[in-house]
């Protein structure tokens, strides 16, 4: 029976690549599933084989560390630049994007409270 070993929803294309690499380099015996048109299915990568499980999840462990570590000197190197992303560079980049999604978080906010505040 597959195994269930790396799900590829909300996965950007170059970590997907890399971890089908990275999973071919080490010969682990792998198929993919697609979501389908309904999305009723799992984008995923499965493990065919069960006695690789130990070994493929270790190897997985091992990329997310270092793909965690590449990020954060990414974005800190990003921050040293002054190029990272903030909520006032977003802003004069999309403003009326931004002034709707407060509007529309102060609408749901409005109503999530309106019944209590009817109460009192």
């Known amino acids: 029976m597959a195994h269930l070993l ?6 950007t294309d170059e970590e997907a690549m890399e971890v ?5 380099a080490h ?11 309904f999305r009723l299915g799992v984008d995923a990568i499965w493990l ?16 997310q560390a270092e793909r965690q570590i590449r990020a954060r000197k990414a974005h800190q190197e990003a921050v040293e630049r002054g190029d990272a992303p903030t909520l006032w560079r977003r802003f004069t980049a999309h ?6 999604v407060g509007v529309a978080i102060l609408l749901l906010i409005a109503l999530t409270l309106l019944p209590f505040l009817a109460l009192g």
Do not use: N, W
């Not at 790396?6 to 996965?11: D, M, N, S």
């Open 6 to 11: 790396f799900r590829l929803r909300h996965v």
């Open 48 to 63: 065919r084989d069960l006695s690789q499980l130990d070994e493929a999840k270790a190897l997985l462990a091992d990329y």
């Open 20 to 24: 089908r690499q990275l999973l071919d």
């Open 27 to 37: 010969g682990m015996d792998t198929y993919e599933t697609q979501a389908g048109f």
């Open 95 to 100: 403003p009326i994007q931004v002034t709707l």
